[in-house]
């Protein structure tokens, strides 16, 4: 009689944390993608404003944000297959917070370097990398909806 109550207890926890990280996840990145917009010495502002990242992010959140009220009421229906999307968007989004962080310490170190203004950055496969981890967000995105 109790185990069912643990069991839809815990699913709603593990989906709250999911919804919570995603939360998170998302603020981090659009601080960080803010910061870059704000450094005069990025120079792939127009790249950034290309791959729309900020409107992606909003309705992914929003979306995740509305299956979580809807399935609230179903608990016991909540399907495996998109709880493992879920989890799956969760780890590129960490991924994508994690390549902006590392471009803005890219940044940081090189404007300490001698000579700064004269040399080349070296977050051009760190921008790859983003533009990667854009493209696996939208194929996961779409297989959610």
């Not at 709250?16 to 010495?41: C, F, M, P, R, W």
């Not at 809807?70 to 998109?82: G, L, Q, T, V």
């Not at 799956?88 to 471009?103: G, H, R, S, V």
Request: net charge negative; with cysteine; proline share 1%.
């Amino acid at each position: 009689m109790l185990e069912p109550l643990l069991l839809s207890s815990s699913l709603l926890f593990g989906k709250e944390l999911l919804v919570q990280t995603v939360a998170k996840t998302t603020h981090n990145i659009y601080k960080g993608l803010e910061d870059l917009n704000n450094d005069e010495s990025f120079e792939f502002k127009k790249l950034l404003s290309d791959l729309d990242i900020n409107a992606k992010l909003e309705i992914i959140h929003e979306f995740i944000n509305e299956l979580n009220e809807n399935k609230e009421n179903k608990i016991n229906n909540f399907n495996k297959s998109i709880d493992k999307i879920l989890t799956f968007l969760c780890d590129i989004l960490k991924n994508i917070e994690t390549e902006i962080e590392n471009i803005k310490k890219e940044i940081i170190n090189h404007k300490k370097k001698w000579f700064h203004k004269l040399r080349p950055y070296n977050y051009n496969t760190m921008i790859e990398n983003l533009i990667k981890h854009l493209n696996i967000l939208d194929m996961r995105f779409n297989l959610l909806i």
